[in-house]
Every structure is written in structure tokens, then in C-alpha cells.
């Protein structure tokens, strides 16, 4: 996974700043704040992690599906652990 090694640094900050976002909604839930703010928290995670999940495949498919040296098994084989990343994500 050279791709996440390379981009760890920016990776580890999305990864914070959900964290935060996270910890902001427990605060909010536990403060009994308006609806509309508790929402408007959960939309801002989920933004948050679905752009992580992006960059991370993104990440992953220009470096093992993109990789010109590869057999067609191993392609067939990264394109499975994609699509079942996806399909268990998306669920």
C-alpha cells in the first residue's frame, strides 16, 4: 500500500478531523442540541469519511489496477478486493 505510505500524512489529518467531528456530535447528542445541528454533524461526517474512502481507492486503483507490469490474474484479483471494498461500503 505505498500509495496510503506516501499520502499518510495528509490521510492522518482527514482521519483527525473526523475524529473531531465525531467527538463534536457526541458533545452535541449529549448537550441535547437542536436536531438540525445533530444532522447537520452527521452529514458533515459522512462527507468527510465518503471523501477518505475516495482518496483512498482512488489511491489504490491507479496503483495496482493502473500498474502496467501486472498479470491478468493479479488485475482480476485487485479488481475483486475493489469491488468487495465497495460493495461493503456501500451497504
Do not use: F, P
Not at 505510505?5 to 467531528?21: A, E, S
Not at 490474474?73 to 478486493?81: E, I, S, Y
Amino acid at each position: 500500500m505505498a500509495h496510503t505510505i506516501q499520502g499518510k500524512k495528509q490521510l492522518l489529518t482527514r482521519v483527525r478531523r473526523i475524529k473531531g467531528q465525531a467527538e463534536a456530535l457526541e458533545r452535541a447528542l449529549a448537550e441535547k442540541a437542536e436536531c438540525l445541528a445533530i444532522l447537520q454533524q452527521i452529514a458533515a461526517i459522512r462527507g468527510a469519511v465518503n471523501g477518505l474512502m475516495s482518496e483512498v481507492l482512488e489511491g489504490h486503483i491507479r496503483e495496482h489496477l493502473g500498474a502496467t507490469d501486472l498479470s491478468q490474474t493479479q488485475r482480476d484479483r485487485d479488481v475483486d478486493v475493489v469491488v468487495t471494498a465497495l460493495r461493503s461500503y456501500l451497504k
